[in-house]
């Protein structure tokens, strides 16, 4: 069993920062891979950042030189360093886990971020 679980999130007025945090216990070997996908209303969810076991990252377009994802390979954690937040940052956030020896995805519940004045 191996839960994945986010804290952070909340409301943010447009040029303001936010930090996701989000840790995976459980029976975990290794894992290859964390990172964050998040949703916003009406819209398909899509990736935000990742981050492998080997520290290399994958950040998309939309939040490059904005945010900033690091993680921590012996205590299964990942975070996301939100600067510079937009309106069109507003989502639900969910941080992700792929584990190594299954290959399976392990999700959590999911944290709202909403940026607005």
């Known amino acids: 069993q191996v839960q994945v679980v986010e804290s952070g999130g909340g409301s943010v007025q447009p040029g303001g920062s936010l930090r996701l945090s989000c840790a995976a216990s459980?029976?975990?070997?290794?894992?290859?891979?964390m990172g964050w996908f998040r949703q916003a209303p009406g819209k398909e969810r899509e990736l935000v950042a990742a981050?492998?076991?080997?520290?290399?990252?994958n950040v998309a377009d939309s939040v490059k030189g904005r945010f900033t994802i690091s993680g921590d390979n012996v205590k299964n954690t990942v975070s996301l360093q939100m600067n510079g937040l937009k309106p069109e940052d507003t989502a639900v956030y969910y941080c992700?886990?792929?584990?190594?020896?299954?290959?399976?995805?392990?999700w959590g519940q999911g944290t709202q971020v909403t940026v607005s004045s």
């Open positions: 459980g029976t975990i070997f290794s894992i290859d891979v």
């Open positions: 992700y886990a792929d584990l190594a020896n299954s290959g399976r995805r392990y």
């Open positions: 981050i492998s076991r080997g520290q290399n990252t």
